[in-house]
């Protein structure tokens, strides 16, 4: 066991945690959260971190629902004495609203980023979603390091699909959609989306037919609701194709989006463990673990 760092996993990351500081070599603690009768938050970190580097362990879907319990635990831990509190964060929230599109609109990305730059000494994450902005560190002023999992979504396609056809949702995946296509040896396009409202996407598709002998593979960063997912599948019927398979990085799969996707034809949904699913495939504990190890000292 190596002395003097601690990952601290709290509610609900229990597999990313314990397989973290397993992969780094070593200890965990945990975080009791309790809710109040009035609705106020009780924490308790379970751990002793006098003395020790805190790595809280926390995926951030649903970020509203975790952000108050996860900044009392890093304020906690930096009052139990703790040397320095960094954060693994898989799944990052608030990268969406990165400008003031209405008046008086809440640039949300950059004031969240502030918020968690002001509790933490660092942030490792994966694959957030940068619009219009090129990093992190525009929005984040604590080293946030980035990983991609378009390596590990080429290998498992190269594996798993046969005569794979990448299908990117929109112009912006062209740029990750292409390396991994090169990168699993298989010929991609991408859609042209407009988005309407939250669950109103419309895709148009370039023509396929010359594809049907290849299975649509549908890559994307996120799946929230599905729909841009299950657009593209209706023009991918149409167009005769064989069913798809849906890989994604982050699965939100807010209500019903995992079942309407099955309905809507998908063959197969893959996603990568940055927010536990049972469609959680790929597994970024590996990466996770040898870049926290090299942010936190700790190898
Ligand atoms: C958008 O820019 C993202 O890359 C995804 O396409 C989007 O978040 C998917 O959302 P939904 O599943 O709600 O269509």
Not at 134 to 147: F, H, K, Q, R
Request: proline share 7%.
């Amino acid at each position: 066991m190596m002395p003097g760092r601690q990952i601290i996993v709290l509610p609900g990351n229990a597999d990313l945690g314990t397989r973290l500081a397993d992969a780094i070599g070593i200890e965990t603690g945990t975080v009791q959260v309790q809710r109040f009768p009035d609705g106020e938050t009780y924490v308790r970190l379970d751990a002793s971190v006098a003395g020790q580097a805190a790595i809280l362990a926390c995926s951030l879907d649903r970020a509203d629902d975790k952000l108050l319990p996860l900044l009392f635990a890093a304020s906690a831990a930096r009052d139990l004495g703790a040397t320095s509190v960094g954060l693994v964060a898989p799944y990052l929230a608030y990268m969406r609203q990165d400008r003031r599109f209405q008046p008086g609109e809440a640039v949300t990305s950059a004031y969240f980023a502030r918020i968690l730059s002001r509790h933490f000494d660092w942030l490792v994450t994966v694959d957030p979603h940068l619009h219009r902005r090129v990093s992190l560190g525009e929005i984040y002023s604590v080293p946030a390091m980035t990983l991609h999992a378009a390596p590990l979504l080429a290998d498992w396609i190269a594996r798993e699909v046969q005569n794979p056809l990448l299908i990117g949702p929109d112009g912006e995946s062209e740029q990750w959609v292409a390396p991994i296509a090169r990168a699993a040896r298989a010929p991609h396009i991408v859609l042209d989306k407009i988005r309407r409202g939250d669950r109103d996407v419309e895709v148009s598709i370039p023509a396929v037919e010359r594809w049907n002998r290849h299975t649509p593979v549908l890559v994307d960063d996120i799946i929230s609701t599905g729909g841009t997912m299950i657009e593209t599948i209706g023009h991918l019927k149409a167009a005769a194709m064989k069913p798809p398979v849906c890989i994604v990085v982050h699965g939100l799969f807010v209500g019903r989006a995992y079942a309407d996707l099955i309905a809507a034809g998908a063959d197969r949904v893959v996603s990568t463990n940055t927010i536990p699913h049972p469609t959680n495939g790929i597994d970024m504990v590996p990466m996770l673990a040898q870049a926290v190890r090299k942010i936190a000292g700790t190898g």
